[in-house]
Structure formats: C-alpha cells, structure tokens
C-alpha cells in the first residue's frame, strides 16, 4: 500500500501545481487513499520532496530531480532574452548578434538547452555561431529563437 501510495504522490506532483500537505492529502483522499496529515507528512520525509520555486512563480513539491529542464528552460529564456539582439542564418550556421560581453552566457545557456538539430556552438565577446545539420534546421532554429525574442 505505501509503494502504491508513493507511486501515486509523485505521479501527483508531477501533474499537478501542489505547494501544502492539505492540498496533497486532498488529492490523496480523492485518488481513494484514506491517509492522514501525519502520513502524508512522512511520506514527504521519505520520498525527500522539496519546494521549489516553479516557472509561474509560486513554490510546488517536487523531486528536485525532475524539474530540472524545467528550470534551465526558464534560465534560458531569462538570460537569452537579455542578452541576444538580434539571430539570422546562412546555409546551415546561425549567427546569434549579442550585447559586448554576453555571448559566452547566452551560448552556455543555449547549450544547455541540448536543441535537436544543433552540432556545436562557439561563441565571441558579442556573437555566437550555431553550426546546425543542414539549412533547413537552421531556419526553423532561427524561427524559434526570434519567437523568444518576439520578432518575427
């Protein structure tokens, strides 16, 4: 029952925004799992949820694992948004025009991201080059950043 209940809880956190004991034991009780606070509490202990701070803003159990892309993504958007001024391409390299002194942030982030169709990254003082698998990678790459920057 409690392996069960387990599985349940993190299945739980991983759909839903749950930020208190109540509001979890609420979803327990729902799902047909008579528990107490008490229970709900260990449970907590055992399976080491933390509350971490989400993209919206507001704090939410999770595994402190499994958010993770959740969380580069949101430094991502932060850092690439600051940074980038303007994206283009040629064939399949993409040039990333940037503010002095900020591509190598905005390169690391971007790498992070691990893009389908990105071979490799190099990145300058104000300008990053993003060698990509062919032209049409590039494109739509590049169609997907200025949708970040809002330019189309």
Known sequence: ??????????????E?????????????????????QATVSR??????????????GHYRYTTGVSDKRENISFKFHA????????????MNTVV???YTGM?????????????DGVVGTLAGDDTIFVLMRDPKAAEDFVGVLKKLLNVE
């Open 1 to 14: 029952m409690k392996s069960r209940r387990h599985a349940k809880i993190l299945e739980l956190i991983s």
């Open 16 to 36: 839903y925004s749950i930020d208190t004991q109540e509001e979890l034991l609420k979803w327990l009780h729902d799902s047909g799992f008579n528990v107490t």
């Open 43 to 56: 449970d907590i202990k055992e399976l080491r949820l933390v509350k971490s701070l989400s993209g919206d």
């Open 79 to 90: 850092i690439f948004k600051e940074s980038v001024q303007t994206v283009d391409f040629a």
């Open 96 to 98: 990333v025009k940037c």
């Open 103 to 115: 591509a190598n942030a905005a390169c690391a982030t971007l790498d992070s991201m691990h893009w």
